[in-house]
């Protein structure tokens, strides 16, 4: 029981106080302790480590909701399109302008054009088993990239900076009213997900066995899918595209922690924020001329991951 507790509980805290502080105290300027309470580094950077534990804590946990439903340890948000279709919305938001006139326009557009991306491959794979749903949210992330290109290509110059490096991740510059809604939304999510933890559970082990436990696979499936779809958009809306944190927390948490999602949502949710906080202070220590965005940090790991999975899978 206590050794329990030392794992789900204390590690994981003790960890995310070591990398918050790391993400606070590291960087290319340096923050002047003595009279920390009026410099503005460090409300950015309190900022800037927060919007990273939110977003990494939601990537992460709408992976584990869509590797759950899909019985597949290769869905996340990014390789199911969801990403691609929240993105358009957003590039859409920016380019027109409407960001600027109200405050929800991009985390509304990113969302509803997530959902939407979302019903289409629901709609592609309908009656066809979970491989057919990662296909085609695989294609129809795909059409979704080539749709942000040809945004990208007809942008203003004004826009055209801006929108690319929010392409790769960008974690500078956050509003703080959007990121309240996220860290709301995310908590919501959490609280949510762990009362349903047993129809979750029930959803992973198959349609069969969902309907032999009472629990209804079709509703539960698309209660979960539709959370899990949320939460990768409001991360877009936060810092653009991040790609991979989805498939690799919950895959590791899993390994540790077990795949009882009574037990394992608020490690993921955890270990979520700390991976991202890491991975963004890394972006900032390992080349401190220029910045690296944060998204081709994780699409390192992330990638190599995939890689391994993939070939895991297939041996």
Known sequence: MKKNFFYRIILPLSALAVVVLLGIASGSAKIDWQNFVH???LELRLIRVAAAFVVGSSLALAGLLLQAVLRNVLAE???????????????????LGWHTVCALALPGMAVIFALLLLGLVLLLSAGKGAESMLLSGVIAGT??????MYIVSVSDRDDLAGLTWWMLGDLQVVETKMLC??????????FLIRYFARELNAVAMG???AWSMGVDHRKYTLFF???????????????????????IVPHLVRRFYGGDHRYNIWPVGVWGGIFLILC?????????????????????VGGSM?????????G
Not at 143 to 148: F, H, K, R
Not at 181 to 190: D, E, H, V
């Open 225 to 247: 899918v539709v959370i899990g779809s949320v939460l990768a958009a409001q991360t877009v809306a936060l810092a653009g595209l991040i790609a991979f944190v989805g498939l």
């Open 306 to 314: 995939f890689i391994y999975l993939l070939n895991k899978r297939r």
């Open 280 to 300: 963004d202070w890394l972006s900032r220590v390992v080349c401190r001329s220029s910045e690296l965005p944060i998204g081709v940090m994780t699409s390192l």
């Open 77 to 95: 948000p990014f390789t199911l399109g969801i990403s691609g279709g929240a993105s358009v919305g957003a590039a859409l938001a920016i380019t």
């Open 181 to 190: 809604l996220a860290g709301g939304f995310l908590l919501l999510a959490l």
């Open 39 to 41: 410099d503005p580094i």
């Open 143 to 148: 059409v979704a990239s080539s749709i942000l």
């Open 207 to 209: 349609s069969l066995n």
